[in-house]
């Protein structure tokens, strides 16, 4: 065996995303819901000693059967495992999807020796079709007689659709680990984006704790993420505290510290699914300042992330800052219109509403693009991330079903 592939498989096995934090192992296989032998299938499971749990799952009215079920067992109890499939949605599927996501909680169950009702279930794929059970259900008993702590790698790659690369993240502060694993690359909007996730810490913490400071780093980042205004069916982020570092939050670590732990292990993935968003060539953070308040920001840099005009003009390196004006002017946010000023790579091509520094001095040939709009209205501020719109998303998304 080559250096190269030894380096590889050691990277593949070391414990990263999920099963970084101590109380956590996990599997990945291949069941053949997707081509070839492509990782389709993947648990994680949460051994404790003081297990918590939370979740923010997709406000889409049209949500899938998992996302009903886990629902429901979040609102009951402590999850203590997740099982996740790509290769299919199991949305729009009646009464029939939703018996055969209980039948995968039911597995897990039967195996893992834990109640049903401790065992979320995420699905990611085509909407409208049911899950082919009995390659589901061998791929479960094959993952749950295959855990390890060493697999975090291998079940962030199984939960990949449209993805091109697996993404995970992990953070260490005060004797806590926080790890996470996503998957997402097209239909990134809010109410989260499209996008699976499951983030893990050896923290000791209640679920109320946890339901806090989940819905918190949510908001900042995964909700901040807008990358074609597209809101998926199965949007679902779960959150696992086993209690195996035996350093209590609230005690041993301020809440707030270990807030900013979760806020950074999400941002990390936001920005992970923002640079493998389908088709994109351009990273693009949208930075609203002096607003009038913060809600009035983000609204204000959704509509610019969700203007296809500037999307076009980013894509063709064009600094159009008159797309950036006319997206601020569709909102109700509070600003003068002879006040707005706008500066795309740091140079500030629009003041006092009209036209200034010369646009032929923005750089646009990087990956990385900053649009600044300062609204003139108050001190809140905030961010949101998006791409820009190119030929390749197009024929992405309408050259096959995905």
């Excluded at 939960?159 to 953070?171: H, L, P």
């Excluded at 740091?346 to 520094?357: D, H, L, S, T």
Aim: hydrophobic letters at 45%.
């Amino acid at each position: 065996m080559t250096p190269a592939v030894d380096q590889k498989r050691a990277t593949r096995n070391a414990r990263v995303g999920v099963t970084a934090p101590l109380g956590f192992r996990a599997a990945a296989v291949a069941a053949g819901l997707k081509p070839g032998d492509q990782l389709d299938v993947a648990v994680v499971v949460n051994d404790g000693p003081h297990p918590a749990s939370a979740a923010v799952l997709t406000r889409n009215r049209v949500h899938a059967a998992p996302v009903a079920w886990t629902r429901r067992v979040i609102s009951e109890g402590t999850v203590t495992s997740v099982v996740l499939n790509s290769g299919g949605a199991n949305a729009c599927t009646g009464e029939g999807g939703y018996a055969d996501t209980v039948a995968t909680a039911e597995l897990v169950s039967s195996r893992l020796g834990v109640s049903a009702s401790r065992v979320a279930v995420c699905s990611t794929g085509l909407i409208g079709e049911r899950l082919p059970m009995n390659k589901l259900s061998a791929g479960v008993v094959q993952a749950c007689q295959s855990m390890s702590a060493e697999s975090g790698l291998a079940a962030a790659d199984a939960i990949r659709t449209t993805d091109t690369v697996s993404k995970t993240a992990q953070r260490v502060a005060g004797g806590v680990t926080v790890g996470a694993m996503a998957k997402g690359a097209g239909m990134l909007a809010p109410g989260l984006a499209t996008m699976l996730a499951v983030i893990t810490t050896d923290a000791v913490t209640d679920s109320a704790t946890l339901d806090r400071v989940l819905r918190q780093a949510t908001a900042l980042t995964f909700d901040r993420v807008d990358s074609d205004g597209c809101m998926s069916t199965n949007d679902s982020v779960i959150a696992m505290a086993s209690g195996a570092s035996g350093v209590v939050v609230g005690d041993d670590l301020s809440e707030p510290d270990f807030e900013q732990l979760v806020v950074d292990v999400c941002a990390d993935l936001a920005r992970q699914l923002v640079r493998d968003a389908e088709g994109a060539s351009k990273d693009i953070r949208i930075d609203v300042t002096r607003a009038a308040t913060q809600d009035e920001a983000v609204s204000v840099g959704r509509a610019i992330a969700r203007s296809n005009l500037f999307k076009c003009a980013i894509h063709g390196e064009d600094p159009n800052w008159g797309r950036v004006l006319s997206a601020v002017g569709t909102t109700e946010a509070e600003f003068d219109p002879d006040d707005l000023a706008v500066a795309i790579n740091g140079v500030w091509v629009a003041e006092k509403g009209q036209a200034a520094a010369d646009r032929a001095l923005v750089d646009l040939r990087g990956r990385d693009v900053v649009v600044t709009v300062d609204l003139g209205a108050g001190a809140a501020a905030a961010s949101i991330w998006t791409n820009d719109l190119t030929a390749a998303y197009v024929h992405e998304n309408s050259a096959y079903s995905s």
